[in-house]
């Protein structure tokens, strides 16, 4: 059974910075794509950041870019972020991309989700 745990939420000030973790398990994932979706309340589930599945590819929100970088070591999928805005607060939810689909920031393209942190900027 698949299981994507994420971790590395809380409570910042404006530009400061945090690192969330994804560690997945009881699937495949190493040809697999992953990203990081977010929702903040009242709004829809917004695509953050993605990675291919060899890590050499990434693709990033506009929102974001500058900011947030995604890396992966197999399993593990990390989303540094830096320059934070209270903009960015929202919980933060890993995916897993389904089976040869190519990159798309539509969350009906992943197929595992995590239960998601919770990450709140302040100002």
């Known amino acids: 059974q698949v299981q994507l745990v994420e971790s590395g939420g809380g409570l910042v000030q404006a530009g400061g910075s945090l690192t969330l973790s994804c560690a997945a398990s009881?699937?495949?994932?190493?040809?697999?794509?992953m990203a990081w979706f977010r929702r903040a309340p009242g709004k829809a589930r917004e695509f953050v950041a993605g990675?291919?599945?060899?890590?050499?590819r990434t693709y990033y929100a506009d929102s974001v870019k500058g900011r947030f970088t995604i890396s992966r070591d197999n399993a593990k999928v990390s989303l540094q972020m830096i320059s934070l805005k209270p903009e960015d607060t929202a919980a933060y939810y890993c995916?897993?991309?389904?089976?040869?689909?190519?990159?798309?920031?539509?969350?009906?393209?992943?197929?595992?989700w995590g239960q998601g942190t919770q990450v709140t900027v302040s100002s």
């Open positions: 995916a897993r991309r389904r089976a040869q689909a190519t990159h798309s920031p539509s969350p009906t393209t992943y197929d595992a």
């Open positions: 009881g699937g495949t994932f190493s040809t697999n794509g």
């Open positions: 990675i291919s599945p060899g890590g050499l």
